[in-house]
Each structure stands twice: as C-alpha cells, then as structure tokens.
T-cell receptor, first 114, second 113 residues
Framework: AQSVTQLDSQVPVFEEAPVELRCNYS??????LFWYVQYPNQGLQLLLK??????LVKGINGFEAEFNKSQTSFHLRKPSVHISDTAEYFC????????????FGPGTSLSVIP | DTAVSQTPKYLVTQMGNDKSIKCEQN?????MYWYKQDSKKFLKIMFS???????INETVPNRFSPKSPDKAHLNLHINSLELGDSAVYFC????????????FGPGTRLTVL
C-alpha cells in the first residue's frame, strides 16, 4: 500500500533563511507527486507537481521540489522565506494507475519568525 | 468566480442532529471528493465521485451519505451527529485526465456540541 511521510511536523525558520520540508513516500508503482499549501482558515492550493520529465519542479511563490526516485523522496525547498509563507504544507501522492485517489501526508507546519 | 464553493462555512449543532453540507464546482471537472481534516490537520479522504458515480468510499460510518445530483455538485449529509464528527470538511474536484491537480473548497468547520 502507498503511504506518505513528512518527517517534520513543525519547522520554525527565520525570515529570509532557506527552508527544506521533507517528504518520503512508499509505493510499488509509479506515482504522481504534489505539494499543497494551506494558509490559516483556508482550503488547500497547489504549490507544484511532478508528473514526468525533469526531476526539478518549480512552483508558485518561489518554491521548488526535487523528485528522487531512488530515495522515494520529493523534498520542498525555498531559498528565502517570507512571513507570508507561514502555513501548513502537505505532500501528496497519486498512483499513475489510479485517477481518483490521492494520499496526503500528515502535513508540516512552517512558521516564519520575523 | 469561485471555483469550488461550500456552504455553510461554519456549522454548529447539537449531538444527534442531522445536517448537510453543500459543494459546487464550476470547473467542469469529472471527479469530486470529500475530505475530513481533524484538529491535528490530518487530511483523510472520505468519498470520491466520478460523473455522479461513487468511486471511493473509505471506512466512514454509514451516518455519512454523499449525494451527487449532477456532475457539478456533491453534497454531504450526516445523520445523528456525534462529538467526534467535529472537524473541517473539505470538498475538492479534479479533472479525469491531465494535471490531476485537486482544487479545494474553503472548508466547512463543523462543531458538534
């Protein structure tokens, strides 16, 4: 069965510092990978996705992620965070063979400190 | 224009009551979902519908019944509400092919007293 692990439940970081949020998954088949962001009291919105092709994916708000098939990881990075990046971040996995089911990780709460 | 909308945004009710949450999407998507997000922010899929047909029905008490009158709507009816049903419920939609991205509604915060 597929699963998604986000090793850090909370990540505090100072403003303008770099950040990496980690995501690992397990699956016996090929997957599509996503990062979603949830700002306080809002729904989730897509940051970026990996479907195929280049393993380095760029998303909105200066975020990027790298797909590493051998390590089954899809870590999210940003070189310089802003206060407005304070939010909950979810990694998600969808099987290539399943068009409808997405498994979400438990989330990482990013707090940017002024 | 709102892509995925939910009503109501907040719902406070007593144990044992029956309530409904409505969801509508104007994106022309084929698939719609209901998720439950608990107090620890954990997001769990409850149901998935494709063109009004139930595709996913996770381990959810049968007090929860989704209804899809058409492709653009997926409502959630909950009977005999319990304290443990308190959570934020999100509706989402996605296209059948292509980006596979899910578009989420703003959520409905349900509080059962």
């Amino acid at each position: 069965a597929q699963s998604v692990t986000q090793l850090d439940s909370q990540v505090p970081v100072f403003e303008e510092a770099p950040v990496e949020l980690r995501c690992n998954y397990s699956s016996s088949v090929s997957v599509y990978l996503f990062w979603y962001v949830q700002y306080p009291n809002q729904g989730l919105q897509l940051l970026l996705k990996y479907l195929s092709g280049s393993t380095l994916v760029k998303g909105i708000n200066g975020f990027e992620a790298e797909f590493n098939k051998s390590q089954t990881s899809f870590h999210l990075r940003k070189p310089s965070v802003h206060i407005s990046d304070t939010a909950e971040y979810f990694c998600a996995v969808r099987l290539e063979t399943s068009y409808d089911k997405v498994i979400f990780g438990p989330g990482t709460s990013l707090s940017v400190i002024p | 224009d709102t892509a995925v909308s939910q009503t109501p945004k907040y719902l406070v009710t007593q144990m044992g009551n029956d309530k409904s949450i409505k969801c509508e999407q104007n994106l022309g998507h084929d698939t719609m979902y209901w998720y439950k997000q608990d107090s620890k922010k954990f997001l769990k899929i409850m149901f998935s519908y494709n063109n009004k047909e139930l595709i996913i029905n996770e381990t959810v008490p049968n007090r929860f019944s989704p209804k899809s009158p058409d492709k653009a709507h997926l409502n959630l009816h909950i009977n005999s509400l319990e304290l443990g049903d308190s959570a934020v419920y999100f509706c989402a939609s996605s296209p059948l092919r292509g980006s596979y991205e899910q578009f989420f509604g703003p959520g409905t915060r349900l509080t059962v007293l």
